[in-house]
């Protein structure tokens, strides 16, 4: 078996701008794990690190043992078939899909890749975040509760069906699960307050919380150390995210460390019911969906204040602080001041401050290395 796995990025990681501005592709959460952590349960023996862009690679590092290595593009979820090919791969071997590397053994460019003839869940781009969404968990669930005795909730709480896991630490009290559309994950000292009304598939990662009198529809994922409340619907936050009062959030990704101002709200449906077409930081276009809902997508380190109004496919890349009356266009770019009425720059050393604070709250620093990647993308106008 393999030593080592070394993630790489492929076509895709341009097209998942602007989350993967501030990391690799496998670092995005899709169900309840990251695409990386859906790999490494699969070889949970071998050392693990990240072939990446340079302004990226001294946060996720290369691993020091090569002697034997798999190189995966983790865009490409796992599943059962795949992950047995992968294993048999000799030295030298890879599969594709389409043309385009999924594995590799002790090269990332096989002469004579074998094609991979399966079906398999990729993300390519960020709505596919919560359009794969019920697929992921569904896989991730079976996976992590195989074998496994799930602890007691409290009999204050009402559960319609028997599709729930509950992890030590967790607390509970007077609240709605129904998981007759989906299971209901709810991992190690996350809390679930009174009045919250809650439907499969959820996952509610470490730490987190759902706030009093909540509703969320599924498939939904809140990733650690994570604040909800409102009303949610098929919307995926990566992390350390705060959308805690009342307002909407539907078919939408929040990145880490963003924060929705109370009563804010964002359309997920045209009012003609055509397609939602969305802005492409990287082809500088807007480009098709596919999809009838698409809401917002919000990179890491930006925040709207109260009231905020976000139009159907929006995008809003890193560190933009949003305010103000009205709809903001629907593309933001990265460290941007303002609102419906205009924008101006962000300074970057108001940005460090208030990310530093907000950091802090949660026991994190923003250091040298998180420094260096905000400034790679201020100063690449990403």
């Known amino acids: 078996m393999f030593s080592t796995i070394i993630f790489i990025e492929g076509n895709e990681v341009e097209q998942l701008y602007p989350l993967t501005l501030t990391r690799p592709t496998g670092e995005l959460r899709c169900g309840i794990r990251t695409l990386k952590e859906k790999w490494t349960g699969l070889f949970p023996d071998a050392f693990v690190g990240y072939q990446t862009r340079p302004h990226l690679q001294k946060k996720f590092v290369l691993p020091k043992d090569q002697n ?22 000799r030295d030298g071997e890879g599969i594709t899909v389409n043309g385009e590397l999924v594995a590799a053994r002790n090269t990332s460019s096989p002469a004579k890749p074998e094609e991979f003839d399966g079906e398999l869940l990729r993300v390519q781009h960020p709505w596919d975040l919560f359009r794969l969404n019920g697929e992921a968990m569904e896989y991730d669930f079976t996976v992590l509760t195989r074998g496994r005795k799930s602890a007691n909730l409290s009999d204050t709480n009402t559960v319609i069906g028997d599709r729930i896991f509950v992890e030590e630490g967790v607390k509970a009290e007077c609240a709605v699960f129904n998981t007759s559309s ?4 709810l991992d190690k000292d996350s809390e679930v307050m009174e009045g919250s009304v809650l439907r499969g598939g959820l996952y509610l990662g470490e730490h987190s919380t759902i706030k009093m009198g909540t509703k969320i529809y599924g498939p939904t994922t809140i990733g650690p150390h994570s604040k909800v409340g409102g009303e949610v619907n098929n919307s995926v936050i990566q992390g350390y995210s705060n959308k805690g009062h009342e307002g909407f959030l539907g078919n939408s990704v929040l990145g880490e460390w963003c924060n929705i101002g109370a009563d804010s709200n964002n359309s997920n449906l045209k009012n003609n019911y055509e397609e939602v077409r969305i802005w492409s930081m990287s082809k500088g276009t807007f480009v098709k969906t596919g999809l009838q809902f698409c809401g917002l997508i919000m990179g890491d380190h930006s925040k709207c204040g109260i009231n905020t109004m976000f139009n159907t496919g929006t995008v809003v890349g890193v560190s933009a602080n949003i305010f103000g009356s009205g709809f903001p266009r629907n593309y933001i770019p990265s460290f941007s001041w303002g609102g419906a009425a205009g924008f101006t720059e962000y300074k970057i050393d108001k940005a460090f401050k208030t990310a530093a604070l907000v950091m802090e709250r949660r026991g994190m620093v923003l250091d040298d290395i998180e420094q260096d990647i905000l400034e790679w993308v201020k100063e690449n106008g990403m």
């Not at 989906?182 to 994950?185: A, C, D, L, Q």
């Open 182 to 185: 989906g299971p209901i994950y």
């Open 68 to 89: 034997d290595v798999a190189y995966i593009n983790p865009s490409f979820m796992p599943n059962d078939a795949l992950a047995e090919k992968i294993r048999r791969l």
